[in-house]
């Protein structure tokens, strides 16, 4: 997967630290601009692939990525297992 998405970030016009927060608060402002950001779906699918643990990336946390990517493994493997 490619960056080229990465030009349309609402997230250009913010200083990079914005986010890579230090706290929930700073997680929550980081996810405010995501949520009209029109590459955010990108952005998510390029953090997933590329296992990127830090900062929010396409309006999730850390944690939110890690559970999201929990479950999309536990569904490819009820997918594979019920095939
Ligand atoms: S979703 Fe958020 S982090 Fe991703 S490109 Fe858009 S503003 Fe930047």
Redesign the pocket.
Known sequence: MGAE??AD????DYPAEV?FPRDGLGVLA?QR??KS?P??AQ??EYALAQHIDH?????CSERERRRLARERRRLRILHRDAS
């Open positions: 998405w990465m970030g609402k997230c250009r986010f980081a601009i995501c950001c590459v955010a952005c998510l900062g929010v990336w396409g309006g």
